[in-house]
Nanobody, 124 residues
Framework: QVQLGESGGGLVQAGGSLRLSCAAS????????VGWFRQAPGKEREFVAA????????YYADSVKGRSAISRDRAKNTMYLQMNSLKSEDTAVYYC?????????????????WGQGTQVTVSS
């Protein structure tokens, strides 16, 4: 089993930045990819970004591409999501997710482990 825990959420003004962290514990060596998803009130959970745990290959949703950067520190078993130029539509609960398989999909059903989520609120 793998346990994931997010941190770094909060209230930020539009145009500001935040860095989310996701700490992994347990059988972290079993994960091959990790990702970030978000869910706004009344909406479905949507893909934000993902990274292969070994090779560091990154994937982004069009909505955040160019404004966000996903990274991981394998020595610390931690993943990060740096978000810049935040917009009100970025407001959501952000979840980190871990996957046993390779090539992280954009569907939430493709992930095996989930964190509890951290709230990001962007004020306009």
């Amino acid at each position: 089993q793998v346990q994931l825990g997010e941190s770094g959420g909060g209230l930020v003004q539009a145009g500001g930045s935040l860095r989310l962290s996701c700490a992994a514990s347990g059988r972290t060596f079993s994960m091959n990819a990790v990702g970030w998803f978000r869910q706004a009130p009344g909406k479905e959970r949507e893909f934000v970004a993902a990274i292969s745990w070994g090779g560091g290959i990154t994937y982004y949703a069009d909505s955040v591409k160019g404004r966000s950067a996903i990274s991981r520190d394998r020595a610390k078993n931690t993943m990060y999501l740096q978000m810049n130029s935040l917009k009100s539509e970025d407001t959501a609960v952000y979840y980190c997710a871990g996957r046993l398989g390779t090539t992280p999909p954009r569907e939430s059903s493709g992930y095996d482990y989930w964190g509890q989520g951290t709230q990001v609120t962007v004020s306009s």
